[in-house]
């Protein structure tokens, strides 16, 4: 009897320790992500990058930067947990990452002539880059750039962001949710509406008429190949009727096979290339308030819509240069139906005043008037060209004289849409300070490619 009461008590005790060790487990993992809810639980970008899965330097790179240090290992920031960056809801860019030693951190910052501030648990300091830091004993904030000006607005901010419980950081976001199930060293979850104003269109085509760019979410890893920075993912929605049809959508997309991958001039500011049956490509359009809103221009004098039905095969949108006054628009795409010829001399009739359209070979016609000109037409082989002058038109459906490189060339064959981004010719103060981000991360990077 009293063996069997020694081996029960064992056996309760036992399970307590075990109990003890669980909880002190789950504690410390909490108390290690809870630098994570300085990042606002409304935030509509978040990129981690895994320093323990990275290869390379770049998660080191981008703080040594902001910081203005040389060795990161003295800085009292660990390197071992998770950094993010993110787009607040005002907008505003930010890193966050996990403080190993505050007072590490304050004596560095002073090594570099930077004094820091104390406000209440916090202190904070305007570095030469005009990025603001913030810290506690668990969270440090890089955020900017700032005008020294709005830096006491900007450090009453961050002072909320630094005392947010846990129901108010990005941990008891669905955002938080998706990114923290895509894994790898490096992913992004962002609302659409998040990104430069130029990829809005592309990124919601799908979605129906009424959805927001901020309903439509990207969910992808990324990757650094070949000098391109490579985002691998697909759009979806927290609300399932939005969800449902843009997953719907991307059944119409079929393999890249890459008949127009070096139609793309190093120097174009984008291009889109997708495999399709133009008659259901035509239908997503149609739906899609910013892409109605850029054929607006020509679509009033030529039907467009009817033209595009006509596609079946590769299909390439190229945009040469950003204008914010004039139609810029090369596409390139296999076309075995053409239908659209018969009407023509009907378009001629019934063109806007303003506008003229006229003849520069067989089945070749141009558009122009005071804001636009667009030259198109089929070749005798079945390919659909187009451009903003005869010569451009010609070259659409040819490799370009410096094309993208081969090894995006080859990238995008066998996916079912890329969008390729040239940073350096994007215009916009947003496209200019996410350039500023990935540079310090990836190196000289230049050219970014979704791919879905």
């Known amino acids: 009897m009293k063996a069997k009461k020694r081996i029960v008590r064992r056996l309760i005790l036992n399970m307590t320790m075990a109990f003890g060790l669980l909880s002190l487990l789950v504690l410390s993992a909490c108390s290690d992500s809870g630098y994570m809810d300085a990042i606002p639980k409304e935030s509509t970008l978040v990129l981690s990058m895994d320093p323990v899965e990275m290869s390379g330097t770049g998660n080191q790179t981008v703080l040594k930067t902001l910081l203005h240090v040389k060795n990161i290992d003295e800085t009292g920031l660990d390197l071992s947990s998770k950094v993010f960056f993110f787009e607040d809801p005002q907008g505003n860019l930010g890193f966050c990452a996990h403080v190993d030693d505050g007072d590490k951190l304050a004596d560095q910052l002073k090594k570099i002539g930077v004094q820091p501030e104390k406000k209440r648990d916090n202190q904070f300091a305007l570095l030469p880059n005009n990025w603001l830091i913030g810290w506690s004993d668990q969270s440090a904030l890089l955020m900017g750039p700032v005008i020294p000006t709005a830096a006491?607005?900007?450090?009453?901010?961050?002072?909320?962001?630094?005392?947010?419980?846990?129901?108010?950081?990005?941990?008891?976001?669905?955002?938080?949710?998706?990114?923290?199930?895509?894994?790898?060293?490096?992913?992004?979850?962002?609302?659409?509406?998040?990104?430069?104003?130029?990829l809005v269109a592309p990124l919601t085509l799908g979605a129906p008429k009424d959805a927001a760019p901020s309903d439509i979410y990207l969910a992808a890893q990324l990757k650094k190949k070949d000098g391109v920075l490579w985002i691998d993912g697909t759009t979806f929605s927290?609300?399932?009727?939005?969800?449902?049809?843009?997953?719907?959508?991307?059944?119409?997309?079929?393999?890249?096979?890459?008949?127009?991958?070096?139609?793309?001039?190093?120097?174009?500011?984008?291009?889109?290339?997708?495999?399709?049956?133009?008659?259901?490509?035509?239908?997503?359009?149609?739906?899609?308030?910013?892409?109605?809103?850029?054929?607006?221009?020509?679509?009033?004098?030529?039907?467009?819509?009817?033209?595009?039905?006509?596609?079946?095969?590769?299909?390439?949108?190229?945009t040469p240069q950003m204008a914010e006054n004039r139609f810029q628009m090369q596409m390139a795409a296999r076309m075995p139906r053409t239908p659209w010829l018969a009407d023509v001399d009907y378009w001629k009739q019934s063109v806007p005043a303003g506008g003229r359209i006229g003849d520069w070979g067989k089945n070749c016609y141009y558009y122009t008037s005071d804001k636009t000109s667009y030259y198109f037409g089929v070749t005798a082989d079945g390919q659909y060209m187009s451009g903003s002058s005869?010569?451009?038109?010609?070259?659409?459906?040819?490799?370009?004289?410096?094309?993208?490189?081969?090894?995006?060339?080859?990238?995008?064959?066998?996916?079912?849409?890329?969008?390729?981004?040239?940073?350096?010719?994007?215009?916009?103060?947003?496209?200019a300070a996410v350039t500023g981000m990935l540079r310090p991360m990836f190196g000289n990077v230049t050219t970014l490619v979704i791919c879905q």
């Open 238 to 318: 927290f609300k399932k009727r939005i969800d449902k049809a843009l997953q719907n959508a991307k059944k119409i997309y079929r393999p890249i096979k890459g008949d127009y991958a070096a139609t793309m001039s190093d120097s174009d500011v984008m291009g889109m290339f997708m495999n399709v049956d133009g008659r259901q490509l035509i239908r997503q359009m149609q739906q899609n308030p910013a892409l109605t809103a850029m054929l607006a221009a020509i679509n009033g004098a030529i039907d467009l819509d009817n033209i595009i039905r006509g596609i079946d095969g590769d299909l390439a949108i190229i």
């Open 390 to 431: 005869e010569k451009a038109a010609l070259a659409s459906i040819h490799p370009a004289k410096k094309p993208v490189s081969k090894g995006l060339m080859n990238g995008i064959k066998g996916r079912h849409s890329a969008l390729v981004i040239n940073m350096n010719a994007f215009g916009g103060d947003k496209a």
């Open 152 to 198: 006491p607005e900007m450090m009453q901010l961050m002072g909320r962001y630094l005392k947010a419980e846990e129901d108010e950081g990005i941990r008891a976001s669905q955002l938080f949710e998706k990114l923290d199930s895509i894994g790898g060293a490096m992913a992004l979850v962002g609302q659409v509406a998040a990104l430069p104003q130029q």
